[in-house]
């Protein structure tokens, strides 16, 4: 079955190659590997280059472990890099972020006070802090690092804190600042299917179903759709009165999501109204 993540927060957490994440665990554990054996006693200068490399290597393995969910280990990971380098911000950061998913929110906060201590113009610590400050319900100050993150040019995923910002805002019952945020996070990457998702939802829930229509013409179609767009798509058709459109929709979600408990609901309440 597939899972929503429409209303999952983006987290700034690179690899710096487009390859599987398993794949990646070896190269880089290889990597490590040839890095020890071929240490033997040099001068200060290689051996600073050297624990440099290995701490590099180590924190791409640690980013690695966190994409594939295993936090716990990343954590390790991250804290070796720390042992070697105490102000290494990325690891910082990191190390933050698997202390949040490991349920240490206190400590995770710690962690990325001081990466943004040492980096305070670094957007992605600004995103990321603005997530860990929305999880600990305190989604007005998450919205100040948010904007933090998008005023600065050079962040190269602006998407990912306007989508955070606007997933944020609707803790606070602020659809309009919500749907402003979504907007920006399309124009920044307009293949980001989660913020098509909230825009569609914000739009039915005005009363717009025309508009709410253009949204799931688009993500529909993409396969990345979860049940609950099925369902509202299907009820926007309802309600726009198109039954042939809302019949072709609910066949695609049943071919989709066939064990879905909103489907069948619909379908007998469907079945019941003939």
């Given at each position: 079955?597939?899972?929503?993540?429409?209303?999952?927060?983006?987290?700034?957490?690179?690899?710096?190659?487009?390859?599987?994440?398993?794949?990646?665990?070896?190269?880089?554990?290889?990597?490590?590997?040839?890095?020890?054996?071929?240490?033997?006693?040099?001068?200060?200068?290689?051996?600073?280059?050297?624990?440099?490399?290995?701490?590099?290597?180590?924190?791409?393995?640690?980013?690695?472990?966190?994409?594939?969910?295993?936090?716990?280990?990343?954590?390790?990971?991250?804290?070796?890099?720390?042992?070697?380098?105490?102000?290494?911000?990325?690891?910082?950061?990191?190390?933050?972020?698997?202390?949040?998913?490991?349920?240490?929110?206190?400590?995770?906060?710690?962690?990325?006070?001081?990466?943004?201590?040492?980096?305070?113009?670094?957007?992605?610590?600004?995103?990321?802090?603005?997530?860990?400050?929305?999880?600990?319900?305190?989604?007005?100050?998450?919205?100040?690092?948010?904007?933090?993150?998008?005023?600065?040019?050079?962040?190269?995923?602006?998407?990912?804190?306007?989508?955070?910002?606007?997933?944020?805002?609707?803790?606070?019952?602020?659809?309009?600042?919500?749907?402003?945020?979504?907007?920006?996070?399309?124009?920044?990457?307009?293949?980001?299917?989660?913020?098509?998702?909230?825009?569609?939802?914000?739009?039915?829930?005005?009363?717009?179903?025309?508009?709410?229509?253009?949204?799931?013409?688009?993500?529909?179609?993409?396969?990345?759709?979860?049940?609950?767009?099925?369902?509202?798509?299907?009820?926007?058709?309802?309600?726009?009165?198109?039954?042939?459109?809302?019949?072709?929709?609910?066949?695609?979600?049943?071919?989709?999501?066939?064990e879905s408990p909103q489907l069948q609901a619909y379908l007998s309440n469907d079945i019941n109204e003939r």
């Open positions: 079955m597939r899972i929503s993540k429409s209303t999952a927060p983006i987290l700034d957490v690179l690899l710096r190659f487009p390859v599987k994440v398993s794949m990646k665990l070896w190269i880089i554990f290889s990597a490590l590997l040839s890095l020890a054996a071929c240490t033997t006693v040099p001068r200060d200068a290689g051996s600073a280059a050297d624990i440099e490399r290995r701490a590099s290597a180590r924190l791409e393995l640690a980013k690695a472990y966190f994409a594939e969910g295993n936090h716990a280990i990343a954590l390790e990971e991250a804290n070796r890099v720390l042992d070697v380098d105490p102000a290494r911000v990325d690891a910082l950061g990191l190390r933050a972020l698997a202390l949040m998913r490991l349920g240490e929110p206190e400590a995770a906060r710690q962690s990325m006070t001081q990466a943004l201590r040492l980096a305070p113009d670094d957007p992605a610590l600004h995103n990321n802090m603005g997530w860990l400050l929305c999880e600990t319900g305190q989604p007005e100050q998450a919205l100040i690092f948010f904007d933090r993150a998008l005023a600065h040019k050079r962040y190269a995923a602006p998407a990912n804190a306007a989508m955070n910002a606007g997933l944020c805002s609707l803790r606070l019952n602020k659809f309009e600042r919500a749907e402003q945020y979504f907007k920006r996070a399309l124009q920044a990457d307009a293949g980001l299917l989660a913020a098509r998702s909230q825009l569609a939802r914000l739009a039915a829930q005005r009363g717009d179903y025309r508009q709410a229509r253009l949204h799931f013409t688009i993500l529909l179609p993409s396969g990345q759709a979860s049940s609950q767009d099925y369902a509202l798509a299907v009820d926007t058709e309802r309600r726009l009165g198109d039954r042939d459109a809302e019949r072709s929709i609910a066949a695609q979600w049943k071919r989709m999501f066939p």
